[in-house]
């Protein structure tokens, strides 16, 4: 009954994010009531294991008590203050030199905003104010990739590379290029993964020329693509952008908002690939998802640059830096080195994880099964040997995610790409589960799908 009533209420009145409301309307909502663990639990008295971690952020898992103390412990003492005027507070002090201390060497500053698509207005900023400030304020351009997924707030929807994002609510930024995603599965499958790596680096300074290094600010990347389809680049692809960035006077950016704290068996995706980025915008897993809070970590040659000649740096947000979800984000790193978590992903459960995952690559529906730490795809394929797709018309994805949901799994779809992204806490009994699951539920969209696929027309599909 209260279960109709929410379904009700929530359709009459809430506009989710990323969301088709005729079609949620018509479906309804399900209502998620409580957490423990790697498990979510829905109204209906489900118990659904999140394969997801929230949105990639909670990484400790639910319902970590030392994380609810710190946030309440903290909102008596002091709930808000701002660090606009000569002020600060000590969450944000201690928060800021951890993080830096966690961070590459050269990171020795951070700014903190309320979110990931904040902390990539802020990149978006300081990078061009950077230039003004060297006195290269022509330097405007910055080169992202098709595909990557930076934010949905004006500057962050722009630097991402989603074409149906750009296509809303534009124009978009101006002096915003994008290149080719090192996606070898879904795009470049003519060449061996390694040479088709260094491709798209080659593309990436096709574009610096084209444009012209003195016009080009910064590159901006995820070290593995998330939102885009969990796309772990060949081994050839960082040490070949790094050796490009090498040859030019241009920022790098890597975005860490998945990526960083443990998620790929590092502190940092940084770390992961050896790359000494000037920038990094962080958020998520930064306090496991409990509160919101992100920033961007910057390296010392821009933050003396900005400190030494910047004067008032004119950018901020009323909750930069907010003292409750400091306090979450400190005691979450501090329970992630207690535990060791970087660690365990490293040398422990990331490798059991790909052990696991790699066997659903055998599976007649998948063309690929890759991971990397804990993020993980599955490559839905309509025929294995020759790896063609669906037809985009028959949304596979979608069935498949909506089979998992029923199932008590959450994977997620992009396009017919499945991901996960699990609670780093996650046990190997729980990895075998959710492998379990993933692949009852392919065999059940397999079922669904027979006989259908002969109707439509076949096309080689690739996402949009
Ligand atoms: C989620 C995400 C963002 C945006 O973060 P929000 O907190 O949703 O604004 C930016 N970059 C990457 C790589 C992300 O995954």
């Known amino acids: 009954m209260k279960t109709e009533i929410y379904r009700q209420l929530d359709r009459e009145h809430h506009l989710h994010p990323f969301t088709d409301y005729k079609a949620l309307a018509e479906e309804g909502s399900r209502i998620v009531t409580r957490a423990e663990g790697v498990y979510i639990h829905d109204s209906e008295g489900h118990r659904i294991l999140d394969g997801m971690a929230g ?136 060449s061996e993964p390694e040479a088709f790596g260094r491709e798209c680096a080659a593309a990436l300074e096709a574009r610096i020329h084209e444009l012209g290094e003195e016009n080009v600010a910064a590159f901006i990347a995820e070290p593995v693509q998330g939102a885009g389809g969990a796309v772990i680049p060949p081994a050839s692809y960082w040490p070949a952008v790094r050796d490009v960035l090498a040859r030019y006077d241009i920022l790098l950016v890597v975005d860490e908002v998945i990526c960083g704290f443990g998620r790929l068996g590092e502190w940092f995706g940084s770390q992961h690939y050896g790359l000494e980025p000037d920038l990094m915008p962080v958020a998520k897993g930064l306090s496991s998802g409990y509160l919101p809070i992100g920033g961007v970590l910057v390296g010392d040659r821009v933050a003396d640059t900005l400190i030494e000649r910047g004067g008032e740096f004119f950018h901020g947000f009323t909750y930069s830096g907010h003292p409750a979800c400091a306090a979450v984000a400190l005691k979450n790193l501090e329970l992630m080195q207690a535990e060791a978590i970087v660690e365990r992903v490293r040398d422990d459960i990331g490798p059991y994880l790909a052990k696991r995952w790699a066997t659903l690559g055998e599976h007649p529906l998948v063309g690929e099964a890759r991971s990397l730490g804990m993020v993980g795809a599955l490559e839905l394929v309509a025929d294995k040997a020759a790896a063609r797709r669906f037809p985009k018309s028959l949304g596979v994805g979608n069935l498949c995610r909506d089979i998992c949901f029923d199932l008590g799994l959450v994977m997620r779809s992009v396009g017919d790409t499945m991901m996960i992204s699990p609670p780093l806490v996650i046990t190997r009994d729980e990895v075998d589960e959710l492998v379990r699951l993933a692949g009852e539920a392919l065999d059940e969209t397999a079922r669904r799908l027979a006989g259908r696929e002969s109707v439509e027309p076949i096309s080689e599909e690739t996402r949009s």
């Open 55 to 190: 949105l990639w952020c909670v990484n400790l898992g639910y319902g970590r008590e030392e994380l609810v103390e710190a946030a309440s412990e903290q909102m008596r003492q002091l709930p808000y203050y701002n660090s606009f005027f000569k002020s600060t507070h000590p969450p944000a002090v201690k928060l800021a030199e951890t993080l830096c201390r966690l961070a590459p060497a050269h990171m020795n500053h951070v700014f903190f905003t309320g979110s990931g698509s904040e902390a990539n207005d802020t990149v978006l900023r300081m990078v061009r104010r950077f230039w003004a400030l060297e006195g290269k304020p022509d330097k405007q351009w910055i080169i992202s990739r098709e595909n990557a997924y930076h934010g949905s707030t004006v500057a962050g929807m722009s630097l991402g590379g989603m074409a149906p994002m750009h296509a809303q609510g534009g124009p978009t930024v101006p002096k915003i290029a994008h290149v080719r995603q090192p996606y070898w599965f879904g795009e470049g499958r003519d």
